[in-house]
């Protein structure tokens, strides 16, 4: 089992930056492949970005390419998503995922995640 805490969110102004974080406990917290997905109000979750286990593989949704970064500290067993250039259509609740799975993190279906976090608001103004 994998727990995941989700922090950062907040209210930013269109062209800002945020980044967010997520902790991951449990047993096998430090090997499991994490993502970020995201779910606006009316529209289904979508994938943003992922990271391998060993954090040496990366995985982007092509509306974020250039604009996020994710990263992990698996000393830490947290998970980081840092925005830059953020935009109103990037409102939307962020949630973080894992799996243990080899490869997950090339995937970017809802369903070939097996752990998910409670979500963590971001807005965006124009």
């Known amino acids: 089992q994998v727990q995941l805490v989700e922090s950062g969110g907040g209210l930013v102004q269109a062209g800002g930056s945020l980044r967010l974080s997520c902790a991951a406990s449990?047993?096998?917290?430090?090997?499991?492949?994490m993502g970020w997905f995201r779910q606006a109000p009316g529209k289904e979750r979508e994938f943003v970005a992922a990271?391998?286990?060993?954090?040496?593989?990366?995985n982007y949704a092509d509306s974020v390419k250039g604009r996020c970064t994710i990263s992990r500290d698996n000393a830490k067993n947290t998970v980081y998503l840092q925005m830059k250039s953020l935009r109103p259509e990037d409102t939307a609740v962020y949630y973080c995922a894992a799996d243990a799975r080899s490869g997950a993190y090339t995937r970017v279906g809802v369903t070939a995640w097996g752990y998910w976090g409670q979500g963590t608001q971001v807005t965006v103004s124009s």
């Open positions: 449990g047993r096998t917290a430090s090997t499991v492949d």
């Open positions: 990271i391998r286990w060993s954090g040496g593989s990366t």
